[in-house]
């Protein structure tokens, strides 16, 4: 059975990203590689934030990056960008092992930071920024971009207002080709595909049912003969309290016609289910739009709601990313996806790992001590 128009009209999904009231803010941005031109500068164009210029070692980069953006610095030295008086946020958008010291120098200068994920490359080097952030009064965010994809966050709306009863369920599936080559020095890691990818699922899995995991259970495998060094294929499984779990099971090698390709999330719960597909990973790297299917016992039984949604992951979240870090420093508050909370979604990254290293399941404790 389907809602009628009116049915459907009264499902008021909260889902698209909130932005400051002060969009004056500078920011600056350290790197200039593809996810910085395809997602950073279009995102913060449409929402109308204001980027005072960008810092990339590969001058011709930064150049190439805002050669669309005439009213944009190219700064010369990171120092550059550091001290110029209009940039109030850095945008730091380099590899992990790069990230902390950069961010931390931005931080004793007193700018406000949001940072790439992985936000470091071990749980200690996150955690001792997260201690000068903190000394600092620094605002510091995650770029962990998918919490506000259009399906995600409404599927996080939907759950925080309980039409799906008890969350008891999650999985999120992709199956696609990633062409890893697009970003040279990710084909040389060993820790690939959770680290740099399943990341964004492990955050919004959490974000999603509100629950911080007890145990990761992992598994990792490459495809015979890959020009990668990293494992590009994973199941996770995660228990969290009670009956609540999740699975999710990634395969980035399906060499089908893209009609084959999916990228679909499900969350249920006591209540109901909420559906739906991450439209950004289809007809990659073009995408469409997320789509959204849910079944509530609390609204209306027997009845399939399919609210229409605007937008995708790429480039549409980037304006959550950045536009709650903006609303926390007008409102002197943690941003939601503060570098604190980043290091809870950060040990079921390194949980995953050991879990695949040692054919268990590890608890998020073990990664603390």
């Not at 990761?216 to 294929?233: M, W």
Request: aromatic share 10%; glycine share 6%; proline share 6%.
């Amino acid at each position: 059975m389907k809602p009628s128009e009116e049915q459907e009209s009264l499902l008021d999904i909260d889902y698209k990203p909130m932005l400051p009231k002060d969009m004056s803010r500078g920011i600056g941005i350290i790197g200039a590689g593809e996810i910085v031109v395809q997602a950073h500068l279009p995102a913060y164009r449409m929402a109308g934030f204001r980027v005072v210029g960008i810092y990339d070692t590969d001058r011709s980069k930064a150049e190439m990056a805002v050669r669309n953006h005439s009213d944009m610095i190219v700064f010369t030295t990171l120092e550059e960008l550091f001290h110029h008086p209009e940039v109030q946020i850095v945008d730091i958008a380099v590899p992990a092992q790069f990230q902390p010291e950069i961010a931390k120098k931005a931080a004793r200068l007193g700018k406000h930071i949001l940072c790439q994920k992985p936000l470091a490359e071990s749980y200690a080097e996150a955690r001792t920024l997260v201690d000068v952030c903190s000394s600092l009064s620094i605002k510091a965010a995650v770029n962990q971009q998918m919490r506000w994809s259009p399906g995600i966050q409404a599927s996080r709306s939907i759950v925080k207002r309980r039409w799906l009863g008890e969350p008891l369920q999650a999985s999120i599936q992709v199956n696609v080709r990633t062409p890893w080559e697009n970003w040279p020095w990710l084909t040389q890691i060993t820790t690939l595909e959770i680290m740099y990818h399943s990341i964004h699922y492990l955050d919004s899995v959490r974000y999603v049912l509100g629950l911080q995991p007890e145990y990761v259970y992992a598994d990792g495998a490459r495809l015979p003969g890959q020009p990668y060094r990293g494992e590009t294929r994973t199941m996770i499984h995660l228990k969290f309290p009670g009956e609540t779990r999740a699975l999710i099971h990634d395969n980035h090698n399906n060499g089908m016609p893209q009609d084959d390709w999916y990228a679909t999330f499900r969350f249920e719960g006591t209540e109901g289910t909420v559906k739906g597909t991450n439209g950004a990973l289809y007809d990659y790297p073009s995408g469409r739009e997320d789509t959204l299917s849910l079944y509530s016992n609390r609204l209306q039984r027997g009845c399939m709601y399919t609210p229409q949604l605007e937008g995708r992951w790429f480039p549409h979240a980037f304006m959550g990313t950045m536009g709650e870090l903006m609303r926390a420093i007008e409102e002197d508050r943690e941003p939601e996806n503060s570098i604190k909370d980043n290091l809870i979604t950060l040990q079921t990254v390194f949980a995953a790992y050991r879990s695949m290293a040692e054919n268990r399941p590890v608890y998020l404790q073990e990664i603390i001590e």
